[in-house]
């Protein structure tokens, strides 16, 4: 992630059986990114293992992937488990997250684990690629090579706690942040200010929305808190009134591409990593708007 | 202390409905203290159960009661109730208005007595009096951080438990499972900045060694 602006997008596997749609989605976005996250279990909804969708991204598109791994459905020997399968499989790329809780999901009832949390998940893969060995020192047969990421939320308050959290992790070996989604430019710049000192390459999220509801959601709901600037929430709802909801994606589409331009041009920021979820056939449109 | 609550009264009428003798056993411990299982709740469910057995059973019961000071301690356990429960026969049943550990402790003294639990054991916690509310605050977890998390149990109070929060989803200082309920990990931010310990806070914890935690767990002093 030296000097070139960086570009990530995340996919989730789905409550399917079926991964030609998953390949379709990366073949979509080959030529635009250079990593595709797959998300594991991402609102405590059951999916498919994250792990095959990350290994056929690399295998059948060509293009590096980021598995994710969060805490909240697996003990450690599972996630052990699962990052030997991983290495086993040529995956490189690693992001950790604590997760959020089982009741936000579609089997509210279940057992939450969270054996590990994400700092030690990031002291268990440091353990893994730097000493061969797991959590409890037995070694392991062969090389395990990964780059561990981490999340993050420029949008925290308060942000020191946010920043203490993260140099905790630094502490213990990352290679890169990947944020949660950022619409307030100041809110992405203050954060990158406050992370600098560690050195360690950030891609700011960026999530477009497709409705006015997607918005409030953002605002109102969506764990850890997300700022929409309200020069940005109106330009949407303008654009709902004359277009409708097309016309709020295209907006946000544009605002996207905006806040990329700005970041890549007026901050250290490594990248950015799009998330769209469901409606991913809009990135590549953020990716050339934001180049232009 | 351990914060329980009195089952339904149907549910105790239903447990005890094929008896012919019920001992009520309250406890002054836990119990007492928060109003659950004292001499007066002792009372009140004996006049339930003795009216409700004539009206809907259609029959007289006999029941004897009494509240022992704590029903967790073996030793008054046994010497308190040996005479009531000779009393009790074949054909009796105890209700026990302790938490599990008082209606084990009865169990395990005298095996041969059915013992039905008239309470629900829900934590070890604290009632805050303004908001006549109870707080789980311990999780009996066997590895005590309280003096690093600036006296906030992040083990309990976490709604995942984390060693290293808070998550993600910590919100203004709430918590994202029930935004009314404040983070531990903020609390403990705010906590150990206002101590001047926030070097506590950067403290990485590895992760935990549950063998300290694994039920059934005995101790057996030193």
């Known amino acids: 992630m030296s000097g070139k602006f960086v570009y990530t997008a995340e996919i989730e596997a789905g409550k399917t059986t079926n991964l030609e749609e998953i390949v379709e989605k990366g073949k979509m976005l080959k030529n635009y990114v250079t990593a595709i996250n797959v998300t594991d279990n991402p609102g405590a909804c059951a999916h498919m293992n994250p792990l095959i969708p990350s290994y056929v991204i690399q295998r059948d598109v060509g293009v590096e992937s980021v598995y ?25 790329n690693v992001l950790v997250i604590t997760g959020d809780h089982v009741t936000f999901g579609d089997n509210p009832g279940a057992k939450p684990v969270f054996d590990l949390d994400s700092a030690t998940l990031v002291y268990l893969i440091r353990k893994m690629v730097d000493e061969g060995v797991d959590l409890a020192g037995n070694k392991i047969e062969g090389e395990v090579k990964f780059h561990v990421g981490i999340a993050a939320n420029p949008n925290a308050v308060p942000l020191e706690l946010e920043i203490l959290k993260i140099a905790r ?39 477009p929305v497709r409705s006015i509801g997607m918005m409030k959601w953002y605002i ?12 940005i929430q109106e330009r949407l709802k303008i654009a709902k009134e004359r277009k409708g909801k097309k016309g709020v994606l295209e907006e946000s589409i544009e605002v996207s591409a905006e806040l990329i331009k700005e970041l890549r041009k007026t901050t250290s920021a490594s990248g950015v990593h799009i998330m769209a979820i469901g409606f991913e056939h809009v990135i590549p449109k953020i990716i050339e708007r934001s180049r232009s | ?67 022992l000071l704590r029903q967790c301690d ?16 074949k054909h009796g049943a105890l209700v ?6 008082g209606v084990q402790t009865i169990s395990n003294i005298f095996p041969e007595i059915t013992v039905i639990p008239g309470c629900d054991t829900l934590f070890m916690g604290m009632r805050t ?22 006296g906030v149990c992040p083990i309990t109070r976490c709604s995942k438990g984390l060693l290293n929060g808070p998550c993600g ?54």
């Open chain 2, 96 to 101: 026990s208005l302790a938490c599990g550990v």
């Open chain 1, 68 to 92: 994710q791994i969060t805490c909240r459905d697996r003990n450690r020997l599972a996630i052990i488990s699962d990052l030997l399968a991983a290495a086993a499989l040529g995956i490189r």
């Open chain 1, 220 to 231: 109102k709901e969506c764990p850890g808190g997300i700022k929409i600037p309200l020069d």
């Open chain 1, 169 to 207: 992790k630094v502490k213990l070996g990352i290679d890169f942040i990947q944020t949660q989604c950022v619409f307030d430019i100041d809110l992405a710049k203050e954060f990158l200010r406050e992370v600098r000192r560690f050195n360690i390459p950030v891609l700011i999220g960026i999530c």
């Open chain 2, 74 to 89: 073996g030793d008054l356990v046994a010497s308190s109730l040996r005479p009531l429960i000779k009393n009790l026969g």
């Open chain 2, 169 to 222: 989803g910590m919100r203004e200082g709430k918590c994202e499972v029930d935004p009314t309920r404040d983070c531990a990990w903020a609390l403990i931010y705010e906590r150990l900045k206002a101590q001047g310990r926030l070097d506590l806070f950067l403290k990485f914890r590895p992760p935990r060694d549950y063998r300290v935690a694994a039920s059934p767990r005995v101790w057996r002093g030193e």
């Open chain 2, 1 to 67: 202390m351990i914060v329980l609550k009195q089952k339904p009264l149907e549910w105790i009428l239903d447990a005890t409905k094929n008896y012919s003798k019920i001992l009520i056993v309250g406890c002054n411990g836990c119990s007492g203290i928060y109003q659950v299982g004292g001499e007066k709740q002792v009372e009140s469910l004996k006049m339930f159960l003795e009216m409700a057995f004539k009206l809907k059973l259609k029959r007289n019961i006999k029941i004897e009661s009494c509240t």
């Open chain 2, 129 to 150: 009096k303004e908001l006549g509310e109870f707080h789980e605050l311990c999780k009996a977890c066997g590895d005590c951080m309280l003096f690093e998390t600036g």
